[in-house]
Each structure stands twice: as C-alpha cells, then as structure tokens.
C-alpha cells in the first residue's frame, strides 16, 4: 500500500518515467513496468498514439479529448448513470441522441476498433486511456495520471446531463456542481478547449472550407494559454456565414467562439479564475490535470481501480511559453470583468491578422 501511495504521488509528479526504474519485464518482452497489473496497456498506448492519433494534435486527438468528458459527465445525484465507464461507447445510439453530444460520432467510430482489438481493456479504461494518450500528442499538455479497471457499463447515461455550449453559466455550473467541480474547476477543464475545434455548431464552415470544423483558439495544435486570452478579446467575426445557434462572434479569423466559454470568461463567479490562466502554463497544466483525473473518476471507486500511470508517456514540449496578442489585437480589446487581478503584459504578435486554418477532416 505505501509502495502503491509512493508510486501515485511520484505519478502526479509526472516523475515515474524520469526517477523510477521499471522492475518487472512483461510478458512478450517488448515492455517493462513497475506493476506487472499494467503491463497490457504499454501496446494499446502506442498503437493509439502511432495509430489512433498519428503522434500529432490534430482531429483525432481532439474528438477523443471531447470524449472522455462526454463519458464522464454522464452521472447524476439524483437521476443515477454510471460516470466514467464507457457508456457512450456502448450505449451510442441512445446517448448520441442528446443534443450535447452531436457531432461525437466519428469520435466513436474512430475508438471503437480499438475496444474491439483490446478485450482485456474495458470501454470506460478505453475512452478515459485514449483521452490521456490523446495529450501526450499536444505540445505543453500535462502528463495525466491514468487508473485501470473500470467496470464495463450497465445501462446508458440518463438523457439530459451533458453541458452544451448552448447553456448558461448557471445551468453549466449547477450540473458540473452536482458531481463535485468548483467553478474554478470547471474553468480548469475548459483548457481541453484550447485544443479543440467545433464541427457541429457552424455548420456552414464545411459549406465554406470542405473541412469539418474550426478551431477555437490560433493554436489549436498546442496545449496552451492562447485560448483563454483570445476569448476574452471583443469579437466581430463568424468563420461561417454568421451567428449559429450558441455561438457568438470570435476576435480571431478562422476560428469560432462557444457562447458558453464567451460568457464564463466574463461571469463573476469564473472571470478571475479565466483570468488567471493566461500566460500561466504551468497553472493551466496542473488545474486542467487535477480536473481531468476528477472527471475521469466519476462513478468510479479508486479502491477498486489500479494506477497505472505509468504507462502513459511524457507529452511533447511546447514551442513557445508566452501568451501574445494575435496579430491586430492589443490590451483595449479585453473584456476582463475580474478587477481583483492585474491583466497580464503581453506583447502583440507582428503582421496583418490571417485567418487560421480550419482544422482537417477525420
Ligand atoms: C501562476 O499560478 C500560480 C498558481 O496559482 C501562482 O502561484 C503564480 O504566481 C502564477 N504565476 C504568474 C506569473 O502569475
Ligand atoms: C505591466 O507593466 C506596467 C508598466 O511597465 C507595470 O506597472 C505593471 O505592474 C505590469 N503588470 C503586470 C501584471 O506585470
């Protein structure tokens, strides 16, 4: 037991690659690790990232990420579901039916033959698994901790439970808050959104672009603080044909802006912990993994589940670690609401605004 503490405090720590030594070979002999209990998951991690995600932050990795939230979130106080375990996969033809989840499809499709492959692995390890290979891909993620043995699902998340970018701050906060999140812990989950891209909200992109969505932030490749900076800059633009139902106008060209983070940004009950974020990686990092390993737990009991952190890698490097204005934008165009906080000095990025590239199709 103590050896099994040491091992998860050295795996928050993101240190079990660097410090520890694997003892144990695995059968095969293709890996090592320290709890022979996890060896089976060395293979899968590599066929997603080489595979799955093609060792790069783009679509696939994304519509994962939105996945392990999808799973998760599907647990109530009062009306029951299972949380993190799966029933998404399972279910998909009854949970794709609420509004919330439009658009995870291909997500599904793009996982399911690796449920298939893996049988040892559960559908809720599988989704929960994948979401942590999928930000080992994007340059500056956090290494996040992963536990095994998720119970397969037994009937499909009750309808109804699934923020949507179409909701309020009150209604978001109240259904994250019914499953334990603090509002300065949902703000910490909205960095998934600083790799992400929407296909379903503007749906004339495709019309325009032949690509199946835009990204929400200039750096949609990379796990940083860009996308709470450039959500709180004023915005005049649509990467569509305009408005679309929960979506306002973005800063940036190219990319779209959900209204929900529009209006947590600027909610007193969130601003300051929005704000906060922006040129904070390390801040960003370390809030967005406590979260993720939260979500990823819900329905689901540690005593009943092994660590096994150890088998996911160390994510890539970012390319640069300071925030800055996009082309064109400056300090006169944040919309902060948090007055207990000084705004950041950041510099403006040289050049004429572009419009960032949609993201390709999966
Ligand atoms: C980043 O966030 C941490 C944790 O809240 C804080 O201690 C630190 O001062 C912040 N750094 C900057 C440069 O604001
Ligand atoms: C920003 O720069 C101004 C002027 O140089 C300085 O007074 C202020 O403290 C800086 N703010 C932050 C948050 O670093």
Same mark, same amino acid.
Not at 63 to 75: N, Q, S, W, Y
Not at 183 to 187: G, L
Not at 259 to 275: F, L, V, Y
């Given at each position: 037991m103590l050896l099994l503490n040491l091992l998860s405090f050295f795996s928050i720590l993101g240190l079990t690659q660097a410090v520890l030594i694997r003892p144990f070979t695995c059968p095969g002999d293709a890996f090592r690790a320290l709890n022979l209990r996890c060896c089976h998951f060395y293979e899968v991690v590599e066929d997603l990232k080489m595979n799955l995600f093609k060792n790069r932050c783009g679509g696939e990795a994304h519509?994962?990420?939105?996945?392990?939230?999808?799973?998760? @979130?599907? @647990?109530s106080s009062k009306l029951g579901g299972g949380g993190a375990d799966g029933s998404i996969l399972v279910y998909r033809e009854i949970e794709l039916q609420d509004r919330s989840n439009a658009g995870l499809k291909k997500a599904l499709d793009i996982l399911e033959p690796y449920v298939e492959k893996y049988p040892k692995v559960s559908p809720g390890d599988m989704i929960q698994l994948a979401g942590a290979v999928s930000l080992t891909v994007c340059p500056g993620a956090p290494r996040i901790s992963f536990f095994a043995g998720r119970p397969y699902p037994r009937a499909p998340a009750p309808p109804g439970l699934i923020p949507g970018h179409f909701h309020d701050v009150s209604t978001i906060l109240a259904r994250l808050g019914d499953v334990g999140f603090l509002?300065?812990? !949902? !703000?910490a989950l909205l960095a998934s959104h600083s790799i992400a891209g929407a296909h379903n909200v503007d749906t004339t992109i495709r019309q325009l672009t032949s690509s199946l969505s835009a990204p929400l932030d200039s750096t949609h490749d990379q796990f940083d603080t860009q996308f709470y900076l450039e959500t709180l800059l004023a915005g005049s633009t649509y990467p569509g044909t305009g408005a679309h139902f929960g979506e306002v106008p973005a800063a940036i060209p190219g990319t779209v802006r959900l209204?929900?983070?529009?209006?947590?940004?600027?909610?007193?009950?969130?601003?300051?912990?929005?704000?906060s974020m922006i040129n904070n990686q390390s801040k960003m990092k370390i809030d967005f993994a406590a979260a993720m390993v939260k979500m990823s737990l819900l329905g689901q009991s540690l005593l009943t589940l092994i660590d096994c952190s150890e088998v996911i890698p160390d994510p890539l490097a970012l390319r640069s670690r300071t925030a800055n204005y996009p082309p064109e934008q400056r300090k006169s165009n944040v919309e902060t609401t948090c007055k207990i906080l000084p705004f950041p000095n950041l510099s403006t990025q040289p050049g004429p605004a572009t419009a960032v590239s949609p993201i390709p199709q999966i």
């Open positions: 519509a994962v990420l939105r996945l392990t939230f999808h799973d998760a @979130i599907g @647990i509002p300065h812990e !949902v !703000v209204a929900s983070d529009h209006k947590i940004a600027r909610d007193p009950r969130t601003s300051c912990a929005w704000q």
